[in-house]
């Protein structure tokens, strides 16, 4: 908001400027000597008393700092209330308390001229509502319409402040998604009283949807099980994939912080999981003149909100797209996952488990992490007794380790014929490969 307090500024100092010239010269004398015959005929002033605060030319300094005021109070209001009603609203009262200075104090016996300051604060109201049909002017009101309370206010005055303005229209966009959802929600709601549930709801909402916004993220849906944010959506940047990481891997932290209040509090845990996927998507305004909100549409959404529920099936917290692994891959450590397939679009990818950022991991952890990806290659290449010798090694005893678990189990049941993962007969690679369906996430 600096821009709109410089031309604030500047509109109050030229407004200003042109009304004491104005009161120099001498151009209100006429109006205040004739408000004066009025006062005294109504009975307010005594006849030949009452002398004017502005009595001289150049002006009574109280009269003097009254214009000044209003023409900079006058401006600020109408640049910075974006709607247009209450800019008017505020202006009345502005003039209201100016007339009504004057007979209130001719009531002491005291002349007041309010000519000058109405004359400012006209000149700065006129000046304030040409501004704000700019670019620049409109630019608050149109991101509160579009935005609203779905970014920070951090990002807000970034955007306020910022050269180019923000572009709604639709268009296609590299963007990230960050999912995180709430796996057991369902079970709470049989195990807590209801005035419970939303107090943990509320408390998973201030962990997720307030701390992501405050990483300049744009929260597009949010509720007591699932938040969806866009890194890159608002402010397009070339590192929107490793914020949405630094993100992810920040509210890991914070959400286990919060299992630890919500088991001392209720006895309960939140069951999470995180998914990052990146991509590019059909950015815009979607719904109606009286309800709409910028969003994106595009398959790393969809596909973003299967990775964080399949968090639940491996026993990890975040989980990343081949794509947003691609962006980010210099930055951060992780571990691979599972080969996706998707038959509808014929496409194989692999997901990976986000760890770390990049030079966070120790020697011993990186050790166990190549070991584990050694033993998931080696899976991959059913080779099942080498690949558990390989996660025997990723092992840290007596820290559980849901995907390291996941992946042992995989082998010891592919070793003796038992998966119970196998997928229709008709596809084959899933079947009998190490793929798996993206409907089976």
């Not at 104090?105 to 700065?124: D, K, N, Q, W």
Request: a neutral charge.
């Amino acid at each position: 908001m600096r821009r709109y307090l410089l031309v604030s500024l500047l509109i109050g100092t030229i407004v200003s400027a042109a009304v004491l010239l104005l009161v120099h010269f001498g151009a209100f004398a006429h109006f205040g000597a004739s408000l004066a015959r009025l006062y005294r005929s109504a009975g307010f002033l005594a006849i030949g008393g009452g002398e004017s605060v502005a009595s001289g030319v150049a002006g009574h300094p109280f009269e003097v700092t009254l214009a000044v005021l209003a023409a900079f109070g006058a401006a600020w209001c109408v640049i910075d209330i974006p709607q247009a009603s209450h800019k008017a609203m505020v202006v009345l009262l502005l003039m209201l308390v100016i007339i009504g200075l004057s007979p209130m104090l001719a009531l002491y016996g005291v002349m007041f001229e309010p000519f000058s300051a109405m004359s400012a604060a006209t000149l700065a109201t006129a000046a304030g509502f040409f501004y704000s049909t700019t670019e620049h002017g409109m630019r608050k009101r149109v991101l509160l319409d579009v935005l609203g309370s779905r970014i920070s206010a951090g990002t807000f005055r970034q955007l306020m402040n910022a050269k180019e303005p923000v572009r709604f229209a639709g268009g296609t966009r590299a963007v990230t998604v960050l999912t995180c959802r709430v796996f057991n929600h369902a079970d709470l709601r049989e195990k807590m009283e209801p005035g419970e549930l939303v107090a943990m709801g509320n408390l998973f909402l201030r962990n997720t949807a307030d701390f992501l916004m405050e990483q300049g993220a744009y929260l597009d849906e949010s509720g007591p099980d699932m938040v969806r944010v866009f890194f890159g959506m608002v402010r397009p940047s070339d590192d929107h994939a490793l914020q949405a990481c630094r993100a992810a891997l920040e509210l890991r932290t914070r959400l286990r912080n919060l299992n630890n209040e919500c088991e001392t509090r209720w006895f309960q845990r939140l069951d999470f999981g995180v998914a990052i996927g990146s991509g590019e998507m059909t950015v815009g305004v979607y719904g109606s003149p009286s309800h709409h909100y910028l969003s994106g549409v595009g398959g790393e959404t969809d596909f973003a909100r299967r990775l964080a529920q399949a968090n639940g099936r491996y026993g990890s917290d975040v989980l990343i797209s081949a794509r947003a692994y691609q962006l980010v891959k210099t930055g951060v450590e992780v571990r691979p996952m599972e080969m996706i397939y998707d038959p509808g679009r014929n496409l194989m990818t692999e997901i990976y488990q986000l760890l770390a950022l990049s030079g966070e991991l120790d020697e011993s952890h990186r050790a166990r992490r190549d070991a584990f990806w050694q033993g998931v290659i080696l899976y991959r290449a059913e080779r099942f007794s080498e690949a558990l010798s390989q996660f025997s090694q990723a092992e840290i005893p007596g820290k559980k380790d849901g995907p390291l678990e996941f992946f042992i189990g995989l082998c010891e049941s592919r070793r003796s014929g038992s998966s119970s993962d196998a997928a229709p007969a008709s596809l084959d690679l899933a079947n009998h490969g190490h793929a798996r369906l993206i409907s089976k996430m």
